[in-house]
């Protein structure tokens, strides 16, 4: 068991604990129930690892029901103080206004710049990326890639790789320029392997999967750094953010 699983267990643990004997005590004042249930929200890249460590956990704890879906890390922030979810799983640091929350790193991924695999461009700097995302930038040319009109692939405001680079590159929502709205990793790569101008921003670890699944897009380096896992872990790739659990 890896350590990030190691923590996840204990959280859950904890938790089910506390749920069964809060539950208990609401309903009879008396001896714990058996049974509770753990609700967790929040960023698809963390869904997928949590939901599988849920699913172990229940086989070794009868009586405990984990529910794990889906959202905007920023709302399934908000549903961890309203009460609406016991663990809110985030893909950005915590704000300066969250940082009274209970935070459990459980991995590292960054956020990569994602083109067709036949644009020339290798590589952006700081200052490139801003262009290109402000509009300042409008054709491949201009970056040293062949004529063509950039087409940027935007994820929905309020996600947690969309909140991390908007406040690495000291960024509004406002400035970013003219763009095709996409929801999620697997429909921003989509949009890139089928236009030869777009890119996208998107999670390193998927993206490196697709392209080696054969997916016709490339991750772009970033200040000379390539965007690669190994990259992301050993921290020499600056666009990357920790993946974090988040209790009350």
Known sequence: MTRAEHRLFALLASLALSLTVCASYAQTGSAPKS???????????????????????????????????????????????????????????????????????????????????????????RQQLIDLLTGRIRDWKALGGKPGEVSLAWRSDGQGAVEFLLATLKLRREQIGPHVRVVDNRDALSAVSKRPNAVALVSVGEAERAASGGASIKLLAYNDVPASTRNVQNRSYAISRPLTLLTR
Do not use: C, Y
């Open 35 to 125: 049974q509770s249930r753990i609700n967790i929200a929040g960023s698809a890249l963390l869904e997928p690892m949590i939901s599988d460590m849920a699913r172990r956990f229940e086989t070794r704890r009868t009586g405990v029901h984990i529910e794990v879906r889906t959202d905007r890390s920023g709302n399934a922030i908000k549903a961890l103080r309203a009460g609406a979810v016991d663990i809110a799983m985030a893909s950005r640091p915590l704000l300066q206004t969250e940082t009274d929350l209970f935070a459990f790193h459980v991995a590292r991924d960054g956020v990569a710049v994602v083109v067709h695999r036949d644009n020339a461009v290798k590589g952006l700097d």
